[in-house]
């Protein structure tokens, strides 16, 4: 299993950034994914959700209305299009897989950082 993150980069604080999460070596389409972040000095936190056909998706508290987490199970992609970012949005981002055959895989991450 492969989890590869990208889109991430320096953004003024009220500017857009996309993440993608390009995904191998599973059955991407038959499992949820999500996004989690973490700041310096702080615990990994769980941003989005998005069930396997696509259908449900949920978000933290401090992302709702701004962030929204989509996939293509064609291209074996899980996207997080983040609008509106703030300074607080910086952090390392990555996409996790739920539970294959017991083991959840992590990516090795994209830094976000929200400055002017």
């Known amino acids: 299993v492969q989890l590869e993150e990208s889109g991430g980069g320096l953004v003024q604080p009220g500017g857009s950034l996309r993440l993608s999460c390009a995904a191998s070596g599973f059955t991407f389409s038959r499992y949820d994914m999500s996004w989690y972040r973490q700041a310096p000095g702080q615990e990994r936190e769980l941003v989005a959700t998005i069930t396997s056909a696509g259908g449900t998706t949920n978000y933290a508290d401090s992302v709702k209305g701004r962030f929204t987490i989509s996939r293509d199970n064609a291209k074996n992609t899980v996207y997080l299009q983040m609008n509106s970012l703030k300074p607080e949005d910086t952090a390392v981002y990555y996409c996790?897989?739920?539970?294959?055959?017991?083991?959840?895989?992590w990516g090795r991450g994209t830094q976000v950082t929200v400055s002017s």
């Open positions: 996790k897989t739920a539970r294959i055959w017991g083991t959840q895989y």
